[in-house]
């Protein structure tokens, strides 16, 4: 394929944005190349500068579930646009998404809406130390809860030493306040609360971590979080922003049926508008201003635009009684295809899945959290996203992320995606 186009664009762009890209994963450090750039996208597809079409997995990392320029957002967001776009003041539609939400979530009595993933997390920490009244939190090696301070922060030596900033400009002081665990290790966990008692406010978990590659929980994982968390006065709160309308209705919390105190989602929540939310059972989201003390604000927080397309996004969803069955039929059989290509090459491999959530790691051991997610191959992940991309079929540029499968996806193009697959496996 050419890339003309999308290389000049590209090299324009690197003159006035930060390595031409407003977010980093966009740029294509890890696999080498210049980014492709995308001029529109329909259903299963994406349609680039050069004129090349691609059967899109990334699908703007996650809220296209229900494919690109899905009608009923485009139109809600036509005609609303219409009206204006934001006034600053309450309308009666962030009521509306908002009642629709708390009926498909289970355990969430209100919810407040922000522009991003990153911000409900930020926010959501803010309410559980202003609610616990304690400082700490705990967060897993892998999990990726947005960019804001407290997050940005990697294991030291050993998961359970005091966490250093892996980025300039986190402060130690916030570093020092973020406890850093393993994933699907209940006893680290179990250590960090005895190391720090009465100082933890809570406990934050992708339930099913999607930012290294596709980690589902192991069986107890989650059930234990949840002792833990009650049993020592620790919220615990769930980063549903991938797993929210992905996985089910009601998210991880009715796939394993575990509630948790405080819940945060993003991407498929704002049907491709820039839209977070975080929710909880009243008596913990009561404490946020204007009714208690715990501060957070925004001026185009629940604009009419994106929450018309929030509003028609979880309609689809809501009304779709087929939905989840069908995606997880569709990403069974692309998982088994995948399998059954890869062995009969040589390469190592391991696959993991949950619902729509898939990722390919090209080691052989079980990947059960970020170390195990870390040991993959990423010389032949490079090749073969490369020779994916050439084939037409584009996967997210990084060894460590879920494909984010569409329900626009038929099953030829899952047929023409694993005939692509085959092809580039003879080159690994
Ligand atoms: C994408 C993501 C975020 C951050 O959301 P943004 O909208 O990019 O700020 C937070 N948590 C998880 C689990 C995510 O996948």
Redesign the pocket.
């Known amino acids: 394929m050419l890339y003309q186009r999308s290389s000049q664009l590209f090299a324009e762009a690197e003159q006035v944005i930060p390595g031409g890209v407003n977010?980093p994963v966009r740029a294509f450090k890890a696999v080498g190349g210049t980014p492709i750039f995308i001029k529109s996208a329909k259903g299963a597809y994406l349609f680039d500068e050069d004129g090349n079409r691609y059967i899109d997995y990334i699908n703007s990392?996650?809220p296209m579930i229900l494919g690109h320029a899905y009608a009923p957002v485009v139109e809600s967001v036509i005609e609303r646009t219409k009206l204006g776009t934001s006034f600053g003041t309450p309308t009666a539609l962030e009521t509306e998404i908002a009642s629709l939400a708390i009926s498909m979530v289970p355990n969430i009595e209100k919810i407040r809406f922000v522009n991003?993933?990153?911000?409900?997390?930020m926010s959501a920490i803010r309410l559980a130390r202003g609610f616990t009244k304690k400082d700490k939190i705990i967060k897993f090696a892998g999990?990726?809860?947005?960019?804001s301070d407290s997050f940005l922060i990697q294991a030291g030596s050993g998961a359970s030493t005091f966490g250093t900033p892996n980025s300039p400009g986190v402060t130690a002081g916030t570093a020092k306040d973020t406890l850093l665990a393993r994933y699907n290790d209940l006893e680290n966990v179990a250590q960090l609360i005895a190391a720090n008692p009465n100082e933890i406010a809570a406990i934050i978990i992708?339930p099913v971590a999607?930012?290294m590659g596709c980690v589902p929980p192991q069986k107890g994982f989650l059930e234990g979080l949840r002792v833990l968390c009650s049993e020592n006065d620790i919220l615990l709160i769930f980063?549903?922003?991938?797993?929210g309308f992905r996985l089910a209705k009601g998210g991880v919390q009715e796939l394993y049926n575990i509630k948790a105190d405080i819940v945060?989602f993003?991407?498929v929540i704002g049907g491709g508008l820039?839209v977070?939310a975080f929710a909880a059972r009243a008596e913990i989201m009561n404490h946020l201003a204007p009714l208690g003390p715990v501060y957070q604000a925004g001026t185009l927080s629940g604009n009419p635009l994106a929450m018309a397309a929030g509003l028609a996004m979880l309609k689809g969803i809501n009304e779709d009684a087929g939905l989840f069955k069908r995606l997880e039929e569709k990403t069974a059989y692309l998982e088994n295809g995948i399998r059954e290509i890869l062995s009969e090459s040589k390469v190592d491999f391991t696959i993991n899945r949950l619902g729509s959530m898939i990722s390919v790691h090209f080691d052989a051991a079980p990947v059960t959290d970020f170390q195990s997610a870390a040991k993959g191959d990423n010389a032949t992940f490079k090749k073969f996203f490369h020779g994916l991309l050439d084939e037409g079929i584009y996967i997210a540029p990084s060894a460590y992320e879920t494909w984010f499968i569409t329900d626009a996806l038929t099953y030829e193009d899952l047929d023409h995606t694993l005939a692509a697959i085959r092809k580039v496996a003879q080159t690994l």
Request: hydrophobic letters at 15%; proline letters at 4%; glycine letters at 22%.
């Open positions: 977010s990392w996650g991003s993933g990153t911000e409900a997390c999990c990726y809860h947005g960019h992708e999607g930012n980063d549903e922003v991938m797993t945060t993003g991407k820039p977070g």
